[in-house]
């Protein structure tokens, strides 16, 4: 089970945001508030928000719909930050002239999961492919059979010869 929460027009450019979730990218919850407490950018405490968002959403779904979560084992999946879209901005220049600039906007996503929830799910379909699957041969019946189609490749050209 996957619990995302989104922040969009968030006004900082989608590379300044990525320096950060990079930081949290793949780690536990924990951690990842952690690292995001003590992180100088100026971005920091809205991710940390943001992430504070998807953990009561995983809290959410546990306690009201029922959900078996286990809040500790939470980590982070994906951390993404997306281009919103662009102010265009005019900064007054010598003799006249102006130049045109760009505020940039990004829309942030954090996704998280639980850590050991893909191994139950791998786990399960594993064990359910084994039980229909054909019983393989064993590792000696192959070297056996390898065996013998090597000796006749020697004697087709022993014959050749």
């Known amino acids: 089970?996957?619990?995302?929460?989104?922040?969009?027009?968030?006004?900082?450019?989608?590379?300044?945001?990525?320096?950060?979730?990079?930081?949290?990218?793949?780690?536990?919850?924990?951690?990842?508030?952690?690292?995001?407490?003590?992180?100088?950018?100026?971005?920091?405490?809205?991710?940390f928000q943001l992430l504070r968002s998807a953990v009561e959403n995983a809290n959410y779904l546990s306690q009201e719909k029922g959900i078996d979560v286990d809040l500790d084992r939470l980590y982070v999946k994906h951390a993404i930050a997306n281009e919103g879209p662009r102010m265009k901005r005019i900064r007054p220049a010598p003799m006249g002239r102006a130049f045109r600039y760009q505020r940039r906007i990004s829309h942030m996503e954090i996704v998280l999961a639980e850590k050991g929830a893909e191994n139950k799910q791998a786990l399960a379909t594993v064990v359910g492919e084994?039980?229909?699957?054909?019983p393989a041969?064993?590792?000696?019946?192959?070297k056996a059979v390898g065996a013998k189609k090597k000796s006749a490749g020697k004697k087709k050209t022993a014959a050749a010869k």
Request: glycine share 2%.
């Open 1 to 47: 089970m996957e619990f995302t929460a989104k922040a969009r027009f968030t006004r900082v450019s989608p590379q300044k945001a990525r320096l950060v979730l990079d930081l949290i990218k793949g780690r536990r919850v924990e951690d990842a508030l952690t690292t995001l407490t003590f992180t100088k950018k100026r971005i920091a405490p809205a991710i």
């Open 130 to 134: 084994e039980e229909t699957a054909a």
């Open 137 to 142: 041969k064993s590792p000696a019946k192959k």
